[in-house]
């Protein structure tokens, strides 16, 4: 008995098409582009040395030791520096202008950040947030700089 080709159709499309699934999921948002001291990229349990040339990924968060910095280019053209001892986390990269899909959504715990917009922030500037325990900054310029210190700190 012949099995309903539909039945074969849709078992040899759910393989073909679900490693791209994934890929678009993981699509690479950006790279390292500089780094001094110990900086990382943890990617899950993943912890990587953030050396030039790694790629980042949506939901990578990005941390600098006591002497670290690390600067960071997404596919935007935009830029992000973090000084010593830092914590960011990218929680949402889109970058689609064609399908109108534009957006940066990332998070710094602590330490020291600067930003400066690439398209995203040209095209679609109020898509482009970054929030700290206290505070959301929206893009409404072109750059900016911010520190997180501890609660009580000055």
């Excluded at 600098?64 to 596919?75: M, N, S, W």
């Excluded at 072109?142 to 009580?152: D, I, L, N, Q, S």
């Amino acid at each position: 008995m012949k099995p309903p080709l539909l039945g074969v159709f849709l078992l040899v499309a759910s393989f073909v098409l679900a490693p791209g699934i994934d890929a678009a999921a993981r699509e690479t948002i950006g790279m390292v582009r500089s780094s001094e001291g110990v900086a990382t990229v943890t990617r899950g349990e993943e912890v990587l040395q953030a050396t030039p040339g790694t790629k980042l990924l949506a939901g990578d968060i990005l941390g600098t030791g006591p002497d670290a910095t690390l600067g960071v280019i997404f596919r935007d053209n935009s830029t992000l520096s973090l000084g010593p001892e830092s914590n960011l986390v990218i929680q949402e990269f889109l970058f689609s202008p064609a399908e109108g899909k534009l957006g940066l959504l990332a998070r710094i715990t602590r330490g020291s950040m600067a930003y400066l917009s690439g398209l995203i922030g040209k095209l679609a500037p109020g898509s482009a947030r970054f929030e700290t325990p206290t505070a959301t900054i929206g893009i409404r310029g072109t750059r900016f700089a911010v520190k997180v210190g501890t609660p009580g700190s000055r």
